[in-house]
């Protein structure tokens, strides 16, 4: 009979956090390194806040548009709703006929709510400016 380590199961594992975390701990050290004295020095052009090249106007508690929270909303929703496709597409052939009525059930009810959304106008941008 054979007898089975558990511990020799954990090696390959061990050894890939060692090399990660050694790539992650030499990378910074030789960006430290490398990097000038000249870049180091704080100045107060570099501690301005830069946003997409857009100059700094006035208090950052202005309203804007919620359309940019909703498109936001609307990414993380439909890009988790994606996340359920890899398991399916894993054991696409062990579900058989029941995993792929459950997963057609599962894309209309994906795209019914796409088609909800288009309805209620969420990606019409110049709503607000007619």
């Known amino acids: 009979m054979e007898t089975i380590s ?4 954990y090696i390959p594992i061990l050894i890939q956090i ?3 975390l050694s ?5 910074m050290l030789v960006s430290h390194f490398i990097i000038t004295k000249r870049r180091r020095v704080r100045s107060i052009k570099k501690e301005d806040n830069f ?5 700094i106007e006035g208090n950052a508690r202005f309203p ?6 909703l498109i936001a909303i609307l990414f993380v929703l439909f890009d988790v709703e994606v ?3 890899y398991p ?3 054991n696409f052939k062990e579900s058989g006929w029941s995993g792929l009525l459950y997963m057609l059930l599962f894309v209309a009810l994906f795209m ?3 088609y909800y959304i288009y309805k209620k106008g969420s990606f019409d941008w110049n709503k607000d400016e007619e």
Do not use: H, Q
């Open 6 to 9: 558990v511990t020799s199961d």
């Open 18 to 20: 060692v090399v990660a």
């Open 23 to 27: 790539f992650v701990v030499v990378v």
């Open 51 to 55: 946003e997409c090249g857009i100059e």
């Open 64 to 69: 804007f548009s919620v359309k940019y929270f």
């Open 83 to 85: 996340i359920f496709f």
């Open 88 to 90: 399916w597409a894993v």
């Open 112 to 114: 019914f709510g796409f």
